[in-house]
């Protein structure tokens, strides 16, 4: 499975960000797909999931300000970043686990920068 993430930037604190996340086969086929994250000198960490039955779940740290979604016919997860704060800087990665193709599938990291 290949995933290609795309949507960041720089942003002011306060303001919002949309993150997408295509999968190159169906997302029927696709157990969980999420976003992680790593800022420098941290280790990378769980944002957000969906999963195949659309259920979610969110750190901590992101709930009440992230949204997790997806878009079945474009085999697409968006995250929706609202409300961003400084701490929310990190390069974001797509991941995708599926017991059909066999593994845990990693994108390209998105970085994202919350700076005035």
């Known amino acids: 499975v290949q995933l290609q993430a795309s949507g960041g930037g720089l942003v002011q604190p306060g303001g919002s960000l949309r993150l997408s996340c295509a999968a190159s086969?169906?997302?029927?086929?696709?157990?969980?797909m999420g976003w992680y994250r790593q800022a420098p000198g941290k280790q990378r960490e769980l944002v957000a999931i969906i999963t195949s039955g659309g259920n979610t779940n969110y750190a901590d740290s992101v709930k009440g300000r992230f949204t997790i979604s997806r878009d079945n016919a474009k085999n697409t997860v968006y995250l929706q970043m609202n409300s961003l704060k400084p701490e929310d800087t990190a390069v974001y990665y797509c991941n995708a686990s599926s017991m059909r193709w066999g593994g845990n599938f990693w994108g390209q990291g998105t970085l994202v920068t919350v700076s005035s």
């Open positions: 086969k169906s997302i029927f086929s696709i157990n969980a």
